[in-house]
């Protein structure tokens, strides 16, 4: 079991005093949820789990910790890793500060589609080898991953101190953005329209990326202000639009802000088109190597655009 191998590596960080703390999981208070804790002592070392409802990326709960609080082991799915790479390039998090305890990770299972089971309790769902089993039928547990697992092609942190868990099978990539793509672009602006119309503009999406970090938010800037409190369709678009070109070429495609959506908006769909294109045209994904000049935060003097000069 992961679960315990995760233990086992915690509770000799914790005792050898190479750490003052391990960030990972615990249950959540609520069915199918889990939430990040701060584990500070070995005795506590029992609520920790992983499983596949371990979304929460990690990366985000390294800001809340005290100042000075000293070197922190932090679990690390293959997302979590490509986070916590963007901020060490980024000056955020020093790679000395940190233990990173990589997870291969299977995928997330979107606690969205177990609602057709009415009234699901925990103990009528169980996993297997590439399965999942409800009230004892048995599904491909691929058919339940969250968009973002269904387009991973990182299920392992590309930097770690201590890899954890036996090698997984992983569902092969799938192109979430395949059937947007193919619509005409006036249909791809109707869907668009249509999601973020919904949007009540509550800010989960930005509160839970672990790549937003600025003190003071454009959305929520009022010298000069560029938004309206109120969320009209166009202040929602200048949002999310203004968000997906601050995390061009940062964003790792966790699906942070998809999960942390109240209203359902398929949110995420905006940032992997953007990174899909970061990738396409500068040959570059966020997060996988901590040496690789990213673009748009670069600056070469022989740029061959003249505009940088």
Not at 160 to 167: N, Q, S
Not at 178 to 190: D, F, G, Q, T, Y
Request: net charge neutral; with cysteine; aromatic share 10%.
């Amino acid at each position: 079991m992961i679960s315990d191998a995760l233990r086992e590596v915690s509770r000799k960080l914790l005792e050898e005093g190479v750490v003052r703390g391990v960030l990972g999981y615990r249950k959540g208070s609520l069915p199918f949820r889990a939430r990040p804790h701060l584990f500070q002592s070995p005795e506590e070392l029992g609520e920790l789990v992983f499983n596949p409802f371990c979304g929460v990326n990690l990366a985000r709960y390294l800001f809340h910790l005290p100042k000075g609080f000293g070197k922190v082991a932090v679990l690390a799915k293959g997302c979590d890793g490509r986070s916590l790479v963007v901020l060490m390039k980024e000056g955020q998090v020093r790679r000395e500060d940190l233990v990173i305890l990589g997870i291969r990770c299977p995928g997330m299972v979107d606690r969205r589609k177990l609602g057709e089971w009415r009234d699901l309790r925990e103990d009528e769902v169980s996993f297997g080898e590439g399965e999942i089993s409800i009230r004892g039928e048995t599904y491909p547990f691929s058919s339940f991953l969250e968009a973002s697992c269904r387009r991973c092609r990182h299920r392992s942190p590309s930097v770690y101190d201590v890899l954890v868990g036996d090698e997984v099978s992983s569902p092969p990539f799938e192109d979430t953005l395949a059937s947007l793509w193919n619509l005409p672009e006036e249909k791809r602006w109707e869907f668009f329209a249509q999601e973020l119309s919904r949007c009540i503009r509550c800010y989960a999406c930005r509160n839970a990326c672990p790549l937003c970090y600025c003190k003071e938010c454009f959305a929520e800037s009022h010298r000069p202000s560029f938004l309206h409190p109120s969320p009209t369709l166009r202040d929602n678009f200048v949002f999310h639009v203004g968000r997906a070109m601050h995390l061009a070429g940062r964003c790792t495609e966790c699906g942070a802000c998809e999960r942390a959506c109240p209203l359902g908006i398929p949110i995420a769909t905006i940032f992997f088109a953007v990174s899909e294109t970061v990738r396409k045209h500068f040959a570059f994904e966020a997060g996988i190597d901590l040496e690789a000049p990213a673009p748009f935060v670069t600056y070469r003097e022989d740029d061959p655009n003249a505009f940088i000069r």
